[in-house]
Structures are given as structure tokens and as C-alpha cells.
């Protein structure tokens, strides 16, 4: 069962280029997430979606774009990458009820040069 | 404002000795407390969880936490620790009604042999 799976999983971007990484989920799952992750300050929520074809911003959304064209889909696009966006980022999934857990891929590390 | 504050970002013990992780939360209403570990380049695993009843609840791998409320506290503890749980730790919220799960900033276990 793959659960939630991220691709690609490494990239090196140059400032100023764009990309965007893909999320699926085969749980059929409501609610979709993106967060990243940084030294020293846990997992921030960029973006999340509470389902197909709605997005919300999270805590930190500023240079990202994201996208719930398909239930089992989420898309997070760099437009415009920059070296404050070297990081890791993690996908995850949840049914939608908070007394139950997120399900998380396994990481894009993306190193902005 | 709902937060998760792990106030140890590292913690070194003896395999074979005891573990306890801390985690404390600021939250108004009944929280959905979850510990999640993260092994080195993987994503982040589900140790356990609370939402009602017992406060003291049993996860995988031999973990467990007590919630409790006076304190605001939900900390984890193994009896024993492997060398295997070398992790990084993380401590999170669920947020009723907005259906988006706090963090903590992590607190990474060393295991000494």
C-alpha cells in the first residue's frame, strides 16, 4: 500500500526557476497538506486542501502556489524559487477529523542555488 | 493562539536507560495530541495518539504518553531506549474545527552505546 508518495524526491533548483512538486494519495483521503521543514523550527503548513478543487493558505504561504485539480492530488509550484526556499518539504493526508492522524510522504529536499 | 512547545532540541541517553520526551501545548479547547518520529531522511511515522479517555495511552514500538491536563502537558516515555530510536521526535496538535495540525519544533534523541 503506497500511501502518500511525493516525487521527485531531490531537486537543486537555480534562483529564479520554477518547478512543482506532485503529492498522492491512495486513502481517499479529504484533506491534503503541504508543510516544510527547517532546522530548528518543526513543520510549518505552507498550504492545505479540505478537498478536491479548494485550497487555503497556512502559516508561511508566501512563494507558493498549490493546486487540487484531482481528490488524490496535490500540487505545490515554486514560481519564482529563491535560496530562502532550500528546505524540506512534506506532503501529508488526514481524513479531515482532528482527533485523527495526518499521514505523511516521505520528503522532497530541495536545494535552491 | 493554539501552540506545541518541546522545550528539549536534544537529548542524549544510554541504550538501555529510561526516555522522556516533553511536550506542552497551548490549546482552549479538549486537544487531539499526537507524537510522530522521524528517522533520518524518512518522513514522520505516527508513535501514538489522544483524544479521550485513558490518559495514559500505548503506541508502537514500546512508546507511551500521559496526558495531563492540569499541566498541559503530553509527554512521551520508554522504559527502555534502542539504539534504533536515534529519531527526531515531534509533538503535535490537532486543531478542532480547522482540521490543521500544530508542531512542535522536534527534539532529536541520541542513543549512546
Known amino acids: 500500500n503506497a500511501g502518500v508518495t511525493q516525487t521527485p524526491k531531490f531537486r537543486v533548483l537555480k534562483t529564479g526557476q520554477s518547478m512543482t512538486l506532485l503529492c498522492a494519495q491512495d486513502m481517499n483521503h479529504e484533506y491534503m497538506y503541504w508543510y516544510r521543514q527547517d532546522p530548528g523550527m518543526g513543520l510549518r503548513l505552507i498550504h492545505y486542501?479540505?478537498?478536491?478543487?479548494?485550497?487555503a493558505k497556512g502559516e508561511v504561504p508566501d512563494g507558493y502556489n498549490v493546486s487540487r485539480l484531482k481528490k488524490q492530488n496535490f500540487l505545490l509550484g515554486l514560481e519564482s524559487a529563491a535560496p530562502s526556499q532550500t528546505s524540506v518539504y512534506f506532503c501529508?493526508?488526514?481524513?479531515?477529523?482532528?482527533?485523527?492522524?495526518?499521514?505523511f510522504g516521505q520528503g522532497t529536499r530541495l536545494t535552491v542555488v | 493562539a493554539q501552540s506545541v512547545t518541546q522545550p528539549d532540541i536534544h537529548i542524549t541517553v544510554s541504550e538501555g536507560a529510561s526516555l522522556e520526551l516533553r511536550c506542552n501545548y497551548s490549546y482552549g479547547a479538549t486537544p487531539y495530541l499526537f507524537w510522530y518520529v522521524q528517522s533520518p531522511g524518512q518522513g514522520l511515522q505516527l508513535l501514538l495518539k489522544?483524544?479521550?479517555?485513558?490518559?495514559l495511552v500505548q503506541g508502537i514500538k514500546g512508546f507511551e504518553a500521559e496526558f495531563k491536563r492540569s499541566q498541559s502537558s503530553f509527554n512521551l516515555r520508554k522504559p527502555s531506549v534502542h539504539w534504533s530510536d536515534a529519531a527526531e521526535y515531534f509533538c503535535a496538535v490537532g486543531a478542532s474545527g480547522t482540521y490543521k495540525y500544530i508542531f512542535g519544533t522536534g527534539t532529536r534523541l541520541k542513543v549512546l552505546a
Open positions: 489522544y483524544f479521550s479517555g485513558d490518559t
Open positions: 501529508a493526508s488526514s481524513i479531515g477529523v482532528a482527533r485523527t492522524e495526518a499521514f
Open positions: 486542501s479540505v478537498g478536491e478543487g479548494t485550497t
